[in-house]
């Protein structure tokens, strides 16, 4: 097992800086990589309703915990509010599903996955015949408060975001009558997409910032051909040489030393273990600034199908590097 430093959140809880990101988890394989995610030191797992693998997640926690191999507290689990749940009154009955499916008792964490939200319904990407996406006539403030509720009634520790721009984290804080402010802000970043905006902003504000696709997430299944591949850059590639450590390594301990968690996906144990043991070595200052001078603003999660919502967050030009 390897030792995982924590960021201490607004509520007082512990988040490990390193956890497992489950997209693409298939069935069969996000079992093995929980089990050898909890092998290896990791307590803090990343999940989402619409990543359709909740319950297999939750069956492997289960079993690793009869086992005695972690105990619940020990744990920091994540999970999100899909887009087509946003009508407050579906809110609390999202969560209790994805709680079932976890086969937990709270949350430690649960957040509002997109500030679009869908049409309400069993299609997760509700369009019309041009093929536009149908928004939902509840904005993502509206959601919120009925988020706040599930604190209050014990479902869930904390509350919080993801692929929120600036503009949309300020529409919350000032919401009037506001009871739990979001403890965190899931977003991109990686040295192609540094975020140095937004994750200025959220410093500033005590929210924590996770990093999805720390590694640049080469396998997101519309990457194009000429899309650039971060793990095979050659300055990261020099970089992890020179530290005798792998690029992915190299990578998430650039993100670790930026001040904000990163959870990388593998379904692989050999690489769910080696992404963890990133606290032998420390990047220098001059390693670390050419690693940031990377950043190009290229973005892998532009939400295609979502572009003409009207909450699409990465049209807010003022909350990012683009």
Request: charged share 25%; aromatic share 10%.
């Amino acid at each position: 097992m390897y030792p995982v430093n924590d960021i201490k959140l607004q509520t007082g809880q512990l988040m490990p800086v390193v956890g497992l990101g489950t997209w693409q988890s298939n069935p069969g394989e996000v079992k093995v990589a929980i089990d050898a995610a909890i092998e290896a030191g990791y307590k803090h797992i990343d999940c989402a309703y619409i990543y359709g693998n909740e319950a297999e997640i939750g069956q492997a926690i289960h079993d690793n915990i009869t086992r005695g191999k972690v105990k619940r507290e020990d744990l920091f689990i994540v999970t999100k509010l899909w887009n087509t749940f946003h009508d407050p009154s579906l809110v609390e009955g999202a969560c209790r599903g994805s709680l079932k499916a976890l086969q937990l008792k709270y949350l430690d964490l649960y957040l509002i996955h997109w500030p679009m939200g869908f049409k309400e319904g069993k299609d997760p990407f509700p369009s019309d015949k041009t093929g536009k996406i149908i928004p939902s006539k509840h904005r993502f403030t509206e959601t919120w408060k009925a988020m706040e509720t599930l604190v209050d009634k014990g479902l869930v520790k904390a509350i919080g975001v993801s692929n929120f721009s600036i503009k949309q984290l300020q529409d919350i804080l000032t919401m009037k009558g506001l009871k739990h402010k979001p403890v965190y802000n899931q977003v991109e970043i990686n040295p192609y997409c540094a975020n140095e905006k937004l994750l200025q902003f959220c410093k500033d504000k005590d929210i924590a910032v996770v990093a999805y696709a720390p590694l640049g997430s080469q396998a997101r299944p519309w990457a194009r051909p000429d899309d650039p591949v971060l793990i095979e850059d050659p300055l990261v590639v020099k970089t992890a040489e020179k530290y005798n450590k792998s690029p992915a390594q190299v990578l998430l301990r650039w993100g670790v030393q930026r001040g904000y968690a990163v959870i990388p996906k593998s379904a692989s144990p050999d690489r769910i273990r080696a992404n963890i043991q990133i606290f032998d070595f420390q990047l220098s200052e001059s390693d670390m600034k050419a690693i940031s001078s990377l950043d190009r603003g290229f973005r892998g999660f532009p939400s295609l199908e979502s572009i003409d919502h009207p909450e699409y967050p990465f049209n807010d030009t003022e909350s990012t590097n683009i």
